[in-house]
């Protein structure tokens, strides 16, 4: 946590889709009144990063 305390959870995999893009990305399941965030890892499964002076969503490069 951000101050320096730990706490349990379970983890798993998800699938994600926006538009035309699949992913699978890890999740940790929280409870019904955590909150809800779509993380760089979630958006980089799907080939995606955030531009936030645009507040686009933008393609990742790909590298071989």
Known sequence: MAD???????????LFKCENKIGLADVIFGDTDDSTLLGAFTLASLGLALDPINHQLRELPMVL
């Open 4 to 14: 320096g305390s730990r706490i349990t959870k379970k983890k798993g995999g998800a």
